[in-house]
């Protein structure tokens, strides 16, 4: 997968990816990762990106053009374009994997109180990852890349790792442990010492749904589709 990011402080996104999975990812080619800073598309002396508010207030505002003139750099046919801002679509596991299917993603990210309204028609998508404000876009950017790149296939290299865990299946996941079995006078639940793999399978679908409901009640497991009654229907 390609992905770009417009940004103007592209080491906030280059450096934490170049590390552990995704670094990985990266060098052995499952994802590229490219920049375009706007400050590479002014014209002026002093290389300007930003002015104040029209109307009035506090901070600066991105100017449209040197992100539209990134943008039209970096964009191609089958492109997906998304801009992130907290008035975005909550990001969560279901965007992550739509995301994971494309063959090219753009981020745009705003920086200071935000950009100029009329680069908003750009995008395809407007993505936000909670209800806090950061400095930037680019946190964000990191984010959602990060969640994108561990999706596509063979970047883990256990194929099913993405399979059972944590939100995939609208739960969390039970909890881990690993030696020594006794650490600290605390023990490891028997059931995962047992060998027996249905006896620990059982264990898990009952602690991951005894957590999600203490953790995360507002979590709904997805509805059981209702077998059919065999049989006594018409057809
Ligand atoms: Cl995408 N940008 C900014 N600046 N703050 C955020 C965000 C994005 N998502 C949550 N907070």
New binding site residues.
């Given amino acids: 997968m390609r992905v770009d990011a417009v940004t103007l402080f592209p080491a906030m996104i280059d450096s934490p990816l170049s590390e552990s999975i995704v670094g990985r990812a990266r060098t052995e080619g499952f994802l590229e990762l490219g920049f375009a800073n706007p400050r590479d598309f002014t014209e002026d002396r002093h290389r300007t990106v930003d002015d104040k508010p029209y109307g009035g207030g506090t901070g600066m505002v991105m100017m449209a053009e040197p992100v539209y003139r990134a943008l039209k750099q970096l964009r191609k046919k089958g492109s997906f374009v998304i801009l992130?801002?907290?008035k975005?679509r909550r990001f969560d596991q279901s965007v992550a994997l739509e995301l994971s299917k494309k063959k090219h993603l753009v981020f745009i990210c705003?920086h200071y109180e935000g950009i100029d309204e009329r680069v908003t028609p750009l995008a395809d998508l407007e993505?936000?990852?909670?209800?806090?404000?950061?400095?930037?876009?680019e946190p964000?950017a990191v984010a959602v890349i990060d969640a994108v790149t561990r999706l596509i296939p063979g970047v883990l290299r256990k194929s099913d790792a993405t399979v059972n865990e944590t939100f995939t299946d609208g739960l969390l996941e039970a909890p881990h442990y690993t030696r020594p079995a006794v650490w600290r006078g605390k023990t490891v639940p028997p059931e995962l010492v047992s060998g027996n793999h249905k006896l620990i399978a059982a264990w898990r679908s009952k602690l991951a749904a005894e957590l999600t409901g203490k953790a995360r009640p507002d979590l709904k497991p997805p509805q059981q589709v209702k077998k059919k009654s065999r049989g006594k229907a018409a057809h």
């Fill in positions: 992130l801002t907290p975005g705003g993505l936000s990852i909670g209800d806090y404000v950061l400095t930037g876009g964000a």
